[in-house]
């Protein structure tokens, strides 16, 4: 089953901060996050294995809770590089494994200058 | 190293016509993975493969798709009749997963857009 993301877009300007949620109702093992640029291919970002657990990429980090089966991705001070959908991916099962990822259908992130 | 490679990048065929999309992952990964986006459905996972075996085929739409990984350097996903509904991007991606030390990270290719007219 897709998981849910919100917003589905926002727009911003560079500097500002932006929160990007992703729910499922389907337990939880680990939350993939890619970021999409337009015409382009999907390029990780990072992947939560841990309930609770947070990392980070640059400016850009993310939480998972795994009891409420939700995940965020927190951009702080976007650049304009920021710009692009950005997609959760949800597994079920296994440790970290790309098998039976499910991917939301995306939020689309613009930064403004 | 040079990444996961797809071709054709575009695609313009009639309908009734036979697609063939091909994969090349990258080498040492043991995890080949086939996708369809559409603005409609986004990212779907149709196929994937670990080692050159099928493991999960329940994503593809239709016995009119197909997919083949002969070695673990190549792969297609052919589609016999096509249709206009099958117009999409189709993402090739490879992963190295094994065991619990491995970040799980998809590697995707450029992508192949297809249009069926």
């Known amino acids: 089953q897709q998981p849910v993301q919100s917003p589905q877009a926002v727009i911003l300007r560079e500097g500002e901060d932006a929160v990007i949620n992703c729910s499922s109702s389907?337990?939880?093992?680990?939350v993939h996050w890619y970021r999409q640029k337009h015409g382009e291919a999907p390029v990780f970002l990072m992947i939560l294995l841990k309930g609770g657990e947070q990392k980070g990429h640059d400016k850009i980090s993310a939480s998972f809770n795994e009891k409420k089966q939700q995940s965020s991705l927190y951009l702080t001070a976007s650049q304009l590089s920021y710009s692009g959908t950005y997609f959760c991916g949800t597994g079920g099962i296994s440790s970290g494994s790309a098998r039976q990822l499910t991917f939301g259908s995306g939020t689309q992130l613009t930064v403004l200058p | 190293d040079a990444g996961v490679i797809q071709s054709p990048r575009h695609e313009v065929t009639e309908m009734g016509q036979e697609v063939t999309l091909r994969c090349k992952p990258i080498?040492?990964?043991?995890?080949l993975f086939w996708y369809r986006q559409t603005m409609m459905r986004g990212l779907e996972l149709l196929i994937y493969?670990?080692?050159?075996?099928?493991?999960?085929d329940s994503g593809m739409p239709e016995d009119r798709f197909s997919a083949k990984m002969p070695n673990a350097s190549f792969s297609t996903l052919k589609i016999q009749p096509s249709e206009p509904r099958d117009s999409a991007v189709y993402f090739c991606a490879s992963s190295a997963i094994r065991g619990g030390m491995n970040t799980g990270e998809l590697f995707f290719g450029e992508g192949s857009r297809l249009t069926v007219l």
């Open positions: 493969f670990n080692n050159n075996v099928p493991i999960d």
């Open positions: 389907k337990a939880l093992y680990s």
């Open positions: 080498s040492g990964h043991d995890y």
